[in-house]
Structures are given as C-alpha cells and as structure tokens.
C-alpha cells in the first residue's frame, strides 16, 4: 500500500540546538503536509506543498519539498521547549490521507 | 465553534464487548475520517466518508463498522472489541477533494480505548 517512511523516530535535543526530521516515499506524490501533535493531544496541520523544489518558511520552521517530489524535510532553527511533540507528514490522494509513522522530539531545557 | 467532537475521551472494556465511538463537526465538511493511532506506527486510516451517504474502508478496517449518519456525524463501532483494538482513535474531517481551499484534516481530541 501506499505509505512514506519517516526518520528518526525518536530525536532528544538540547533546547538551543536544531533540529530535523525527513519524510520519504518510493513513489512521486502530488502534495505533502505537517502535522503536529503535543504530548496528549490531537494533531494540529502547519503546512501544505505542492510544488517541486518548494520551499515554506514559518518563523523558526523550514519545510522542504524534493525537487522529485518524493521526500519532504521539517528543520527547526533553535529548538524551544515549546517545539516538544510528534511531527508527521501526510499526504492526500483522492479523499484519503495517510500518515508517516511520525518523529518524536524531546527538547531538554 | 468546537470544530470536531468525539465522544467518549476514554473507555474501558472486555473482550467481546460492543461500543461506538461517536464524532460529529460543525464546519460542513463534506469527508470524514477514523484514525487509530498505536506507538510506533503513526496514524492509521480505518475507515472514510468521503460525502455523506458513502463510506470506504482504509489500511485497516477489520474489526470494525462505520456509519455516516448525516452530514455531520461519522460514529466508528467495534462489534466485538479484542485487546488488539486498544488504541486512541481520532477522528477527522475536511471540506473533500475537488473542494478549493488547502483540503487539510481537522481532528478531534481523541478517544482513548482499552481492551482488557
């Protein structure tokens, strides 16, 4: 089935230092998203591309789409306390979405 | 405006037992969507309604039953619950592909199902 690998699983970070995680899939897809989940709660979307090579920034967050479109990258500048929970990229085909396995991140203050 | 709601947050039950789990939105969203979510495995998709009336079975659906009960309500019920099926189920919405807009999911909270 259709699904994207995403690493590192787990990620503990002094607060300060940077951090990413990568989404790959083996086949070409026609759009990829974010998603954050807190530490007990739901997941929240930050950011959709389309493009190749597409490039999104949000304050400390930089969202990569590859030039084949079959990976897709989240670098935090600076890692916050607040930046503490699980990443996912997702994407849609049709009406269906599916999840990457996610990137946990631990931020030690 | 509560966004997607899901009832109950958390529920214990026995091998065998029936339950439903129940979701219902409020931004006439047109697809809706069941996910359950296990450590190491990301989030899973049980079943869709892609528009009211339709529904479609996911990566994995055995085990469970879903309704589309209008356009607002998606209810996801375990006939017959195993410990397997112990998870935190999400449920899910968007306006629908075809729909112009970024076409992203809404969750609710969460439900949180144990199995013993």
């Known amino acids: 089935g259709q699904q994207v690998m995403q690493i590192p699983q787990y990620q503990h970070v002094q607060e300060g230092e940077d951090f990413t995680t990568y989404c790959n899939s083996s086949?070409?897809?026609?759009?990829i998203q974010w998603y954050k989940q807190r530490p007990g709660g739901h997941p929240v979307f930050l950011i959709q591309?389309?493009?190749?090579?597409e490039v999104k920034k949000q304050k400390r967050l930089t969202f990569q789409f590859g030039e084949a479109k079959k990976n897709s990258s989240l670098h935090i500048t600076a890692t916050q306390t607040t930046d503490v929970g699980t990443y996912f990229c997702?994407?849609?085909?049709?009406?269906?979405?599916?999840f990457g396995t996610g990137t946990s991140l631990t931020v030690i203050p | 405006n509560a966004g997607v709601t899901q009832t109950p947050k958390f529920q214990v039950l026995k091998t065998g037992q029936s339950m439903t789990l129940q979701c219902a939105q409020d931004m006439n969203h047109n697809s809706m969507y069941w996910y359950r979510q296990d450590p190491g495995m990301g989030l899973r998709l049980i079943y869709y309604?892609?528009?009211?009336?339709?529904?479609d079975k996911g990566e994995v659906p055995n085990g469970y039953n879903v309704s589309r009960l209008n356009k607002r309500e998606f209810s996801l019920r375990l006939e017959s619950a195993a410990p397997s099926q112990t998870s935190v189920y999400f449920c899910a919405s968007t306006e629908g592909a075809g729909i112009s807009g970024a076409n992203v999911l809404t969750f609710g909270a969460g439900s949180r199902l144990t199995v013993l």
């Open positions: 591309l389309v493009k190749s090579g």
């Open positions: 086949t070409t897809l026609s759009n």
């Open positions: 997702a994407f849609r085909t049709g009406n269906q979405f599916y």
């Open positions: 309604s892609a528009s009211e009336g339709t529904t």
